[in-house]
């Protein structure tokens, strides 16, 4: 009898380690891919405030572009959260734990972009370069107070 229940127990612990395996893999895949959705969002709020600051300095003509851009930053800003899922962590991933540790303060630094966002877009339509690109510091200054704190500098190769 206690030999049966020493098998049996065996038996459930080898079941019990393989499906124990089989999740961790699939959260590494789950994680890494909302690691490469957040890194794709962020790389095209890069790029559309590359494309502001170009008309800010002339290089590019004020245009239905520059407003576009302003609120492809606005809805992105909106997003940031839901892509930031407890503990999503991967090797290639530059986010850092304080992030869940301190949800509140992220949310806040995300907030206060969503905020300097809908003003980018109110000056963007307004169609003043000048303005323009004062906003587009301030817009910078709420991305670079999140990286600050919660991006890991940048991995040496
Ligand atoms: C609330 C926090 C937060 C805000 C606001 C924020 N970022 Fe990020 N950003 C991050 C974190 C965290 C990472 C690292 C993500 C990772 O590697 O998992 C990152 C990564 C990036 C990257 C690197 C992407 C890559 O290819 O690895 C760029 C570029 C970037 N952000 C641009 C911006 C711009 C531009 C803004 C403002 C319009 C912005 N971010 C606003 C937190 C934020």
Redesign the pocket.
């Given at each position: 009898m206690r030999m049966t229940y020493l098998v049996a127990g065996a038996g459930m612990l080898i079941l019990v380690g393989g499906v124990a395996a089989s999740v961790t893999t699939a959260r590494a895949d789950d994680a890494q891919a909302v690691?490469t959705k957040?890194?794709?969002l962020?790389?095209t709020?890069?790029k559309?405030?590359q494309a502001i600051l170009k008309v800010v300095k002339g290089q590019a003509a004020y245009g239905p572009d520059t407003v576009k851009a302003a609120e492809t930053?606005l809805s992105?800003?909106k997003e940031?959260?839901s892509l930031?899922p407890k503990d999503?962590?991967?090797p290639?991933?530059?986010?850092?734990p304080e992030?869940w540790t301190h949800w509140d303060v992220?949310?806040q630094?995300?907030s206060?972009?969503q905020i300097q966002?809908a003003k980018l877009v109110e000056v963007a339509k307004a169609g003043d370069v000048k303005a323009i690109g004062a906003q587009l510091q301030v817009?910078?200054k709420?991305?670079?107070?999140?990286?600050e704190t919660?991006?890991?500098p940048e991995k040496k190769q």
């Amino acid at each position: 009898m206690r030999m049966t229940y020493l098998v049996a127990g065996a038996g459930m612990l080898i079941l019990v380690g393989g499906v124990a395996a089989s999740v961790t893999t699939a959260r590494a895949d789950d994680a890494q891919a909302v690691v490469t959705k957040r890194q794709d969002l962020m790389k095209t709020n890069g790029k559309s405030l590359q494309a502001i600051l170009k008309v800010v300095k002339g290089q590019a003509a004020y245009g239905p572009d520059t407003v576009k851009a302003a609120e492809t930053v606005l809805s992105n800003s909106k997003e940031i959260p839901s892509l930031f899922p407890k503990d999503s962590i991967t090797p290639k991933s530059r986010a850092k734990p304080e992030i869940w540790t301190h949800w509140d303060v992220f949310k806040q630094k995300d907030s206060n972009l969503q905020i300097q966002a809908a003003k980018l877009v109110e000056v963007a339509k307004a169609g003043d370069v000048k303005a323009i690109g004062a906003q587009l510091q301030v817009v910078g200054k709420a991305c670079g107070a999140c990286h600050e704190t919660f991006r890991q500098p940048e991995k040496k190769q």
